[in-house]
T-cell receptor
């Protein structure tokens, strides 16, 4: 079993839809969770980061962590074509910028 | 703020030659820089972690003599792929850790070895 699992997609949604992106993990020691957005041929861009369980909201994005289920989610409200990208989850047991494990990424297409 | 400038963005080189990739932190001091490789349809794979002024720590399976990392200053880290071969063709990305959490990535380098 891979440490971090993520549905690779592609996921296609109409503009304005609510998008739910998810990752599951097996290592209960993970405490630091992040979501990155990667446009084609570009480096990943940090979207959000959370520590331990709970929700965090930033504009149209909401990150949710359920440590009991080893499950994290990223919700995108009012999705836009510019949100079309690959979304990667990443997590660490030690801290930000340390010993991260990335999911393989989910490719999202938001159709106008 | 917190920008990492990486170049070149694309490079094509002949098999057996060496290629140097540079990452510069433009408005922050990157005490720690990470180097990743990404093969098509796969996630980022950490290659090594470098701290300014000390030797890099390589992940298991990464040849340190092939992938030379230098982090001589707080604003510059380089990765040199020595004696490159076609199987080294990949997307290489650096990132610097941020005090506020997370890290910021360079824009990546597409290496093609022919």
């Amino acid at each position: 079993q891979k440490e971090v699992e993520q549905d690779p997609g592609p996921l296609s949604v109409p503009e304005g839809a609510i998008v739910s992106l998810n990752c599951t993990y097996s290592n209960s020691a993970f405490q630091y969770f992040m979501w990155y957005r990667q446009y084609s041929r570009k480096g990943p861009e940090l979207l959000m980061y959370t520590y331990s369980s709970g929700n965090k909201e930033d504009g149209r994005f909401t990150a949710q962590v359920d440590k009991s289920s080893k499950y994290i989610s990223l919700f995108i409200r009012d999705s836009q074509p510019s949100d079309s990208a690959t979304y990667l989850c990443a997590m660490s047991a030690i801290g930000y910028g340390q010993n991260f494990v990335f999911g393989p990424g989910t490719r999202l297409s938001v159709l106008p | 703020g917190a920008v990492v400038s990486q170049h070149p963005s694309r490079v094509i080189c002949k098999s057996g030659t060496s290629v140097k990739i540079e990452c510069r932190s433009l408005d922050f001091q990157a005490t720690t820089m990470f180097w990743y490789r990404q093969f098509p349809k796969q996630s980022l794979m950490l290659m090594a972690t470098s701290n300014e002024g000390s030797k890099a720590t390589y992940e298991q399976g990464v040849e340190k003599d092939k992938f030379l990392i230098n982090h001589a200053s707080l604003t510059l880290s380089t990765l040199t792929v020595t004696s490159a071969h076609p199987e080294d063709s990949s997307f290489y990305i650096c990132s610097g850790s941020l005090i506020r959490g997370g890290y910021t990535f360079g824009s990546g380098t597409r290496l093609t070895v022919v």
